[in-house]
């Protein structure tokens, strides 16, 4: 894993003169993300400069140094990430009479050897991988950047600055662009809407203006002759959902299919020169990757959880069953709130704009630990979104042939009759019959959410609602607007889904890539940890997606066909629970040990002198909360993290 960054100028300014000095200082920014060497190029004719951070991870040896050179010349390369299947690339290579003279061992050194003999898009798409890229051109002076089919790893870009003077900045994260001296530094309050809503900035969109993320399975293509970046999918997740499916297949040839794909998948993930273990929650989709991690190593393969010594949080006593049944090496580490507490202060340098995801502060230490022992930690992540584990999905599609069997005018009737009564009086009415446990969200305020699904006309504005932290979030921000949305605005094609796998589609493009994968990028990334994802090898979401429905949702139980592959190699009694997550009680922080960190922050003094959010509004979200009438603990935290990631940004402008 490594660090990318670059910039590109108007050839022949004297600002190239400083190129080097300016691109050590975007890298310096990132140098977390590899610390084993570092190296860039300049061409100051054709007004270009590269940067690259190495972790090193196979081929340890300078032959994998980068930026790397083409064998003709012609090419330049920075990338970051895993390209698993380098191999037999290779020697496709060379049985095709297409490999050059091989310096090293690398997978870069196939990756430019490939992208010289069948160009960028055919390589990419013989790929299996984790990855973003950037590739100049010598012979077209064009800038080339890619992204992984699935979004593991994260690359943002932008313009800055118009006409002759304008620059084009590239990097892995955010700091890097803003060390360039001619970066403007503008808040998008759009972004900033969008930001409250899900907890993070979603989509192409980050929260300055003029600065976008390359979305998954993209490439895009930047020239002098042609400034606007253009955009093309060399793998599209949106209609691999969508399209048309074969026929069924036989359950249980189904999991063996399965089996053997996770098996290559897992084999290929496990390819390191430097030390190798995994996460380990105890789960259904950790373990499941930790058990073939087992079946195909000589030695006790190296786990890792993290446990919390509240009971109703805590999986790791699961974990440490699972781990002792397959014989692996466990580490766990139990932590308290002070722990947990203790992350956050590095949250704005870690995650680079606003992010809120509070399930950062968990992932972040159990990155930690495992990095005290390895460099590389396998994970079950794009269990949920590729086989229908969050019970949204069930819940969500109930609610919706609920809601299709009433007239809408009467929908709206209940609905609208439901929410005229305060919340404070719902508490009172429903506490003896169904007591709110502590921490969560009242009665009364439940109620008020449920009514509002109950208006929903369609899965998709069901699915919206179902993942927005804050319903209408135009309100709390001045000068702000809902931007345009993949969810609600340019929807993919839908084909024959269900609903059911609409919303797990839309998950797969927005949720997981612009929360899930970044929250892991950036936790694992800070102790640079490499952190793989065998369940989200593209060959494995074709897959998944090729299935009906009912083998993911059988019996009651999400997850079918996966289950059978984990219950081939640990008893189902290990894991037959209920899902827990890496829950926070962030809305008993606030109430606690949190409450003057907040307060500060959320003083209306200061939210009018920053003038971004409304003060009335949050100072009366925070009041209800306090008093117990709402938990508004989420929607806080979002605000919070704005907040705390702006205060960051004034101290350190640069």
Known sequence: MCGITGFLWPPGQPQGRDAPEVVRAMMRTIAHRGPDSQGHWCDAAAGVALGHLRLAIVDLSPTGHQPMASPTGRYQLVFNGEVYNFQSLRQELEQAGLAPPWRGTSDTEVLIAGIEAWGLEDTLRRTQGMFALALWDRERQMLSLARDRLGEKPLYYGWQGTGRDALFLFGS????????????????????????????????????????????????EISRQAPAPARRHYWDGGQVAAAPRPPAPDPQEAVDRLEALLLDAVGQQMI???????????????????????????????????????????????????????????????????????VIPRLPDMYDEPFADSSQIPTFLVAQLARQHVTVALSGDGGDELFAGYDRYRQGASLMKAVRALPRPLRALGAGAVRTLPVPLLNRLMEPLRPTPQGKEPNGQRLHRL????????????????????????????????????????????????????????????????????????????????????????????????????????????????????????????????????????????????????????????????????????????????????????????????????????????
């Open 173 to 220: 994260e955010l700091k890097a662009l803003r060390a360039h001296p001619g970066f403007q530094e503008r808040i998008d309050r759009n972004s900033l809407v969008a930001m409250l809503r899900h907890g993070h900035v979603p989509e192409d969109r980050t929260i300055y203006e003029g600065v976008a993320k390359l979305r998954p399975g993209e490439i895009a």
């Open 272 to 342: 390191s020169d430097v030390p190798l273990g995994a996460f380990l929650s105890g789960g259904i989709d950790s373990s499941t990757i930790v058990a073939l991690m087992q079946h195909l190593s000589e030695r006790p393969v190296h786990t890792f959880s993290i446990g919390f010594h509240e009971a109703r949080y805590n999986e790791a006593v699961f974990a440490a069953e699972v781990a002792a049944h397959l014989g692996t090496h466990h580490t766990e580490l139990y932590v308290g709130d002070t722990d947990l507490r203790d």
């Open 451 to 654: 009514a509002d699904y109950a208006r929903s006309r369609n899965v998709e504005e069901l699915h919206r609602k179902l993942v927005s932290i804050w319903r209408f979030p135009e309100a709390a921000v001045i000068g702000g607007k809902s931007p345009p949305s993949i969810l609600a605005d340019h929807v993919p094609p839908r084909g024959n889904l269900s609903d059911l796998e609409r919303m797990m589609q839309l998950d797969m493009l927005a949720y997981m890539p612009d929360d899930i994968l970044t929250k892991v990028d950036r936790a694992t990334m800070a102790v640079a940890l490499e952190s793989r994802a065998p369940l989200l090898d593209h060959r494995v979401a074709e897959f998944a997606w090729s299935l009906p429905q009912d083998l993911k949702i059988r019996d009651g139980k999400s997850k079918w066909v996966l289950r059978q592959v984990l219950y081939r190699h640990v008893p189902k009694a290990l894991i037959e629970r209920p899902k827990m997550g890496f829950e926070v009680p962030i809305g008993l922080w606030l109430r606690g040990g949190l409450r003057d960190w907040a307060e500060a922050l959320l003083a209306p003094d200061r939210l009018t002198r920053e003038g971004f959010l409304d003060p009335a509004l949050i100072t009366r979200l925070w009041g209800q909360h306090q008093s117990g009438s709402h938990n508004w603990g989420l929607q806080l935290w979002n605000v919070l993290m704005f907040q705390a990631w702006l205060e960051r940004q004034s101290q350190d402008p640069a």
